[in-house]
């Protein structure tokens, strides 16, 4: 019976999580779903200058909020420096690597002569076969592995083919600095051999390392796992996606009012495809994720693809599913908004007409503001617009048609209408100050369904500080 498969995800805590590699991270778990297997989660922190509990803790808050459940505990790889040094030793002992004496002073003068003489800037063996002599006792020294000189490695990738590397052009790699501390190299490499690791699915600016760990791999009599390459992803002008695109780190999209499942879906796109479908469900992605579909050439970020796609996901989730949403974003913001009960009841009463109009929360949240507390509205600038003179005399005209009327939607609409074909003008140059005064703002969900909602009392009150 094969081995059911095994993935992981594996940030470097130096900073937020980023979209390239929630991207990543969602690939290996779509796969561990699609096909049984294991999605492991490992923090690489053995960077210990740039690494913070910050960025940890910013890591497993973007991949929970993306919904990206690993499976056991979450693994540290500074944690198991010991039985990486394990790993170095032995291959020490088996003529595998070797200890390198040479200074930092003797590396810069190497690598200054071969920049000079044109040649490619890598360390050339001076230890590889030199034993130490009593002028070595007590000084320090690096482990590097006894890398293949001659001949190729090729990494056969399951996103872009087998990928050619000539042995020469690698060097001796570092295993153990001189301190005794494992590089990222050597770390990597253990971990996924003891973790039982048989996908690497990662970004495409790892694919030298993997010839790198190819060699190490061989040297340790390691399983080979299954590579994948992913492309990068650029911004929206084709460069390499930065800074100055915008937001990056998942927490940020959160931030801006974007679902989870808008992300799933649209970082699954971004990259691979099935077919021509552009919105594709997490049950659906799971089943169909396979590796063949996964494009060979860099993404580009569409932010209006981004938008109109989680218009499409608001719409579709359930009315007290969003409002809960929408109640949790609040209660994130500094300081926290915590709506009563009477405005978390309008809210999802609102929901299905406020829901039409959004493409994110906050676009929501700005719908829905006027529903949120009780009193006079204050108005913004296109409801001052409105509530002229002009518009405050209609406002004040109206108002005993409306207060005589049945407090419901389409009672109030006739009353409105009524009394706009009884003074000549179009219901919506009624309609408009009165929708100014209700809700503060030019635009609004269907007005008169809105009037309903608040109820005549708050309704009147609302609309008694605009009329003259």
């Given at each position: 019976m094969s081995q059911k498969p095994v993935l992981r995800f594996a940030p470097s805590p130096t900073g937020m999580l980023h979209i390239g590699g929630a991207r990543t991270a969602l690939f290996n778990w779509l796969y561990a779903r699609h096909s049984g297997g294991t999605f492991l989660l490992r923090i690489e922190d053995t960077d210990r200058e740039r690494s913070t509990p910050e960025a940890v803790q910013a890591i497993l808050n973007g991949m929970t909020w993306m919904g990206l459940n690993w499976d056991g505990e979450v693994t540290y790889q500074f944690a198991r420096a010991t039985r990486h040094r394990?790993?170095?030793?032995?291959?020490?002992?088996?003529?595998?690597?070797?200890?390198?004496?040479?200074?930092?002073?003797?590396?810069?003068?190497?690598?200054?002569?071969?920049?000079?003489?044109?040649?490619?800037?890598?360390?050339?063996?001076?230890?590889?076969?030199?034993?130490?002599?009593?002028?070595?006792?007590?000084?320090?020294?690096?482990?590097?592995?006894?890398?293949?000189?001659?001949?190729?490695?090729?990494?056969?990738?399951?996103?872009?083919?087998?990928?050619?590397?000539?042995?020469?052009?690698?060097?001796?790699?570092?295993?153990?600095?001189?301190?005794?501390?494992?590089?990222?190299?050597?770390?990597?490499?253990?971990?996924?051999?003891?973790?039982?690791?048989?996908?690497?699915?990662?970004?495409?600016?790892?694919?030298?390392?993997?010839?790198?760990?190819?060699?190490?791999?061989?040297?340790?009599?390691?399983?080979?796992?299954?590579?994948?390459?992913?492309?990068?992803?650029?911004?929206?002008?084709?460069?390499?996606?930065?800074?100055?695109?915008?937001?990056?780190?998942?927490?940020?999209?959160?931030?801006?009012?974007?679902?989870?499942?808008?992300?799933?879906?649209?970082?699954?796109?971004?990259?691979?495809?099935?077919?021509?479908?552009?919105?594709?469900?997490?049950?659906?992605?799971?089943?169909?994720?396979?590796?063949?579909?996964?494009?060979?050439?860099?993404?580009?970020?569409?932010?209006?693809?981004?938008?109109?796609?989680?218009?499409?996901?608001?719409?579709?989730?359930?009315?007290?599913?969003l409002a809960a949403e929408v109640i949790a974003f609040l209660a994130r913001e500094t300081p926290p908004r915590i709506l009563s009960m009477t405005a978390r009841e309008r809210l999802q009463s609102a929901m299905p007409s406020l829901k039409e109009r959004a493409k994110t929360l906050i676009e929501l949240i700005q719908g829905a503001e006027f529903l949120f507390t009780d009193g006079p509205r204050t108005l913004d600038a296109a409801a001052e617009k409105l509530l002229t003179l002009e518009g405050r005399a209609s406002l004040a005209a109206v108002m005993p048609a409306l207060e005589a009327t049945d407090w419901t939607g389409p009672a109030l609409e006739a009353a409105a209408r009524a009394f706009a074909e009884g003074t000549g003008v179009k219901l919506g140059q009624v309609a408009q100050p009165l929708r100014a005064a209700l809700t503060g703002k030019a635009s609004s969900p269907p007005l008169f369904e809105m009037l309903a909602l608040l109820g005549r009392e708050e309704s009147l009150i609302r609309l008694r500080a605009y009329a003259s």
């Open positions: 394990e790993v170095a030793e032995k291959l020490l002992a088996e003529g595998k690597a070797y200890r390198c004496y040479a200074t930092a002073e003797e590396l810069t003068q190497m690598r200054e002569e071969q920049k000079a003489a044109g040649k490619p800037m890598r360390y050339d063996g001076r230890w590889r076969d030199r034993l130490a002599g009593p002028a070595e006792a007590g000084k320090p020294s690096v482990v590097r592995l006894k890398a293949r000189q001659t001949g190729e490695t090729i990494v056969h990738d399951v996103v872009l083919g087998d990928v050619r590397f000539e042995n020469a052009q690698l060097d001796d790699m570092v295993l153990l600095r001189s301190d005794g501390t494992p590089t990222y190299m050597l770390a990597v490499v253990v971990d996924d051999a003891d973790m039982g690791v048989t996908h690497v699915i990662r970004g495409a600016d790892h694919l030298n390392n993997a010839a790198r760990q190819l060699q190490l791999i061989e040297a340790m009599g390691a399983a080979v796992p299954v590579y994948g390459h992913l492309p990068l992803i650029n911004g929206p002008d084709g460069a390499k996606l930065s800074k100055r695109h915008g937001a990056l780190a998942v927490e940020a999209y959160q931030g801006m009012g974007y679902l989870p499942e808008t992300m799933r879906n649209y970082l699954l796109r971004l990259g691979w495809s099935h077919g021509d479908d552009e919105i594709i469900s997490t049950a659906q992605a799971i089943e169909w994720f396979n590796f063949e579909s996964i494009g060979k050439s860099a993404a580009r970020m569409d932010y209006k693809k981004l938008d109109n796609l989680n218009g499409h996901y608001i719409r579709e989730t359930a009315d007290a599913t």
